[in-house]
């Protein structure tokens, strides 16, 4: 997406970006142009897979193992990345340019306290600093995170390990981390997600705040689209490596003219249960497999024959601020009308799961009080609270991944054993349990058809478990979650964080359970998958029966898919209820905090109602 020379107070200029993979020669990312201003957010959305996080590690000089930039300029105040010697570029990381990873995990040593993790920080990239001056420092870039929480010192706070912290207080140490140093420029990649609505809240404002105190140019990483809405000051559309619309963000979600952009947005999950969340079908097409021309050609209702030619040139609208490559960009806006929510399925039958008076601790730490809720046959209930609320223990008991409580867990009737381990074959293969974390939840020396077959061989499915019969269902499995069968011979490294989240979905579904655990599944997914995997679990509902627990903090989300909503706090359960008369009509206090919270495109627009796009 070419475009005139940006102007010279820009802290950040990408143009014409060209990234390789090193044994093909194919692209991953090509024709990328940005520009962000001190004291910007710019939004860059897409699915995974897009190449987001690539264009973000480019900002830092760093290109994944496998690939090389081959054309094109990063500027970071003035100088040009390419040009510099690693040594210089190591410099600038975690110095002029700071980044927040999606996981926090990976940002935080597990072996060393948070204080010395912040100390040493300062010390490789302010080494004119005395130690007091690091000392204050560090409490100053706690106290912008707002940390330490209340009732806990500073000092005792700092003397804490990673694994002492939640997550939300993993995230804003790490956010805190980044921005000590005062970076000019920080690359935020996706480090909301896994984050409750009121923890995700406040990580938003304070990076929106310390971006504007500090003249910081943000580029914000996401597929969450309400959360970029909330944040950014620009957005950038990707799909496929390319850019394909950026402008103003009131343009962009108001007045979108790309058909990617539009179908992105009407994958969003509705708060107000006004709409249905329409997925795209197919998917985006990898590197060394993209078609001639527009890349999106194989998804788009608007295509015509000159898509399919050549690649188009950016449009400009909107006196030259929103640029769009689509040759239909006049047409697009009348594409996808609004579509009324329609949630019918089965009318729930009999009680599948029965938790009944369930107190759960870990060591002498009560986690859950008295925790009471059934789960029919063909309904969705969905577990919503902050971190720490008792959401996960409470799904873990009924995994039988927990054993560390009292009272009663039934399945059809019949009590659990605490143990995983100590329950019948056929009970672990009716409950079956869908981890957060697609990272950690995937054997990475094993291949997906591998990981596949496993799940197979323990469960056997009709037919037998002969090699053919096997790579038959594996192949099923993938199509079932919109992943290509030939993902079965790839290792979880060589797949992006949604699809690694996908592969596990499809490893739940291949024992045909009766009951399915999702614990925040649609976390790293974009929107376009998320509607998908919920068209999919809808699908499956009606033609099975299948019972689930659904545990997320993405309360639109629950709108779209729930039947029924338990909300908890400190490990009680202080709501429950019909799905839509708890969001139209929430009585505790906490419930409602919990929906005012929630990002949402309209309300980020200030739209008063009018139409997403």
Known sequence: MAVADPPTDDAVVVRDLRIELVSSGEDIVDQIVLE????????????SGSGKT????????????????????VVIDGRDLQSLREGELRRIRGGTVSYIPQDPGTALNPALRIGRQLSEMLEAHAPSMDQEQRNARVREALEEVALPPQGVTVDAFLARYPH???????????????????????????????????????????????????GVAALYVSHDLAVVAELADEVAVMYSGRIVERGPRDVIFSAPRHPYTRRLLRAIPDLEGKRAVVGIPGRAPLPGNRPSGCFFTPRCDLA???????????????????LVCCYRADDAPSEIKVVEENKSTAAAGDVVLAVSHVDASYGSNHILHDVD????????????????????????CVAGLHRQYTGEIKLDDVKLAEAARSRTASARKRIQYVFQNPYASLNPRRTIGQTLARQLHLFPPEGGTSRATIGAKVAECLERVALSRDAASRYP????????????????????????????????????????????????????????LFITHN???IRTIADRVIVMTEGKIVESGDTVDLFEHPKAEYTQRLLANTPTVENALDTGGRELG
Not at 36 to 47: D, I
Not at 54 to 72: I, S
């Open 36 to 47: 962000v201003t001190a004291g910007q957010v710019l939004g860059l959305v897409g699915e």
């Open 54 to 73: 690539t264009v973000g590690m480019a900002l830092l000089g760093y290109c994944r193992p496998g690939g090389k930039v081959v054309g094109g300029e």
């Open 164 to 214: 002492q912290l939640s997550g939300g207080q993993q995230q804003r140490v790490a956010i805190a981390m980044a921005f000590a140093n005062r970076p000019h420029v920080i690359v935020c990649d996706e480090p909301t997600t896994g984050l409750d609505v009121t923890t995700q809240a406040r990580v938003l404002q304070t990076v929106r705040e310390l971006c504007q105190e500090h």
């Open 304 to 322: 015509i024959d000159k898509c399919s030619q050549e690649f188009p040139a950016p449009r400009a609208y909107a006196d030259g601020k929103h």
């Open 373 to 396: 809720f059934e789960v029919r046959r063909n309904e969705c209930v969905a577990l919503v609270g902050e971190s720490g609320s008792g959401k996960t223990t409470t799904a873990r």
């Open 493 to 548: 490294d060589q797949l992006s964080g949604g699809e690694r989240q996908r592969v596990a979905v499809a490893r739940a579904l291949a024992a045909e359970p009766a009951l399915l655990i999702c614990d925040e599944i649609t976390s790293a997914l974009d929107v376009s998958v998320q509607a998908a995997i919920v068209e999919l679990l809808r699908e499956l509902r009606e033609q099975t029966g299948l019972s689930m």
């Open 555 to 557: 309360l639109a989300l």
